[in-house]
């Protein structure tokens, strides 16, 4: 029997992460300017927003949320705006605050990212446009990012 506590007490003291589910919590596409649009010289300028956020499920569980929109503007026009919130349930257990933060700030978000990519370019594909082709995001540099701001931030308050 003790030695079956020592193992439970070892194994809820190690750091557990396990990806539960993966999915789409909102989608939305608008191509304002159709049929027009398809009528002039496809040179577009392209924006990409990109935002993260998590909620504590309990239990160890958290949601992590991947929002990336991309607005393309042929002109003065805007082409279209694709939405997607790529989200994911993950079990993350026996970290300390600062790897709790990295792991839900930039390790799932680049979990993420692979599937809100392929979502948002089978929407523009669907609409008629070209493929989108999103190149890959550096998860771990924004979080650096961030967590300099952040810090000068209370340096200077």
Known sequence: MTEQANDQ???AEQPQFALQRIYVRDLSFEAPK???VFRQEWQPNISIDLNTRHKDLEGGFYEVVLNLSVTARNGEDVAFIAEVQQAGIFLIKGLDAASMSHTL????PSLLFPYA???LDSLVVRGSFPALMLAPVNFDALYAQELA???GGEAQA
């Open 9 to 11: 007490a070892l194994q």
């Open 34 to 36: 159709t049929p027009e």
């Open 105 to 108: 700030g930039a390790f799932c």
């Open 149 to 151: 701001r952040l810090q």
């Open 117 to 119: 990519r392929e979502t």
